[in-house]
């Protein structure tokens, strides 16, 4: 019959070889070990000295930051002529007919000229006030021709024989 025990003089796979008489205790290193690392157990040598360090640098100015992307900044500044341009082509609708419509075209084509070279902000407000401006002076011109056509046709029904 056949025995499956491993003998106790074979190797087993995976373990170490047994030691040779005699090598114990291990020898004493003869080099120290690395910094961190205790000495070896038994050896008479002290622990490593750490290393030497550099004098601190000066500290220098923090960092400094971009502005966020988005919200809580300080907001453009809009154009003043662009204000005036769209205040006075409303009155010039509803108040001032022919002045304030005249003002506010010619306040809108400054201020657009204005935009266009420095950062500001409002071309929607002077665009508006000189649109209005213009459908105002419209409006003005076509009363003042209906005025006169309607006091012409008073005048020559006053003059007709036919009264």
Same mark, same amino acid.
């Given at each position: 019959?056949?025995?499956?025990?491993?003998?106790?003089?074979?190797?087993?796979?995976?373990? /170490?070889?047994? $030691?040779?008489?005699?090598?114990? *205790? !291990?020898?004493?290193?003869? @080099? %120290?070990?690395? #910094? +961190? &690392? =205790?000495?070896?157990?038994?050896?008479?040598?002290?622990?490593?000295?750490p290393?030497? /360090?550099?004098? $601190?640098?000066a500290?220098?100015? *923090? !960092?400094?930051?971009?502005? @966020? %992307?988005?919200? #809580? +900044? &300080? =907001?453009?500044?809009?154009?003043?002529?662009?204000?005036?341009?769209?205040?006075?082509?409303?009155?010039?609708?509803?108040?001032?007919?022919?002045?304030?419509?005249?003002?506010?075209?010619?306040?809108?084509?400054?201020?657009?000229?204005?935009?266009?070279?420095?950062?500001?902000?409002?071309?929607?407000?002077a665009?508006?006030?000189?649109?209005?401006?213009?459908?105002?002076?419209?409006?003005?011109?076509?009363?003042?021709?209906?005025?006169?056509?309607?006091?012409?046709?008073?005048?020559?029904?006053?003059?007709?024989?036919?009264?």
């Amino acid at each position: 019959m056949s025995d499956n025990t491993p003998d106790a003089a074979a190797p087993q796979p995976g373990a /170490y070889p047994p $030691p040779a008489p005699g090598a114990y *205790p !291990p020898p004493a290193q003869s @080099a %120290p070990p690395a #910094y +961190g &690392a =205790p000495p070896a157990y038994g050896s008479t040598q002290p622990y490593p000295t750490p290393p030497q /360090y550099a004098a $601190p640098q000066a500290y220098s100015a *923090p !960092p400094q930051y971009a502005a @966020a %992307p988005y919200g #809580y +900044g &300080a =907001p453009a500044k809009t154009n003043t002529l662009a204000i005036v341009s769209l205040v006075a082509s409303i009155a010039g609708l509803l108040i001032v007919p022919f002045i304030g419509s005249i003002v506010g075209v010619i306040t809108g084509h400054m201020s657009l000229g204005q935009l266009k070279t420095n950062g500001e902000e409002g071309r929607g407000l002077a665009l508006a006030g000189t649109i209005i401006g213009w459908v105002g002076l419209g409006l003005a011109i076509i009363g003042l021709i209906a005025l006169i056509g309607f006091i012409a046709f008073v005048a020559s029904v006053a003059e007709s024989p036919y009264s």
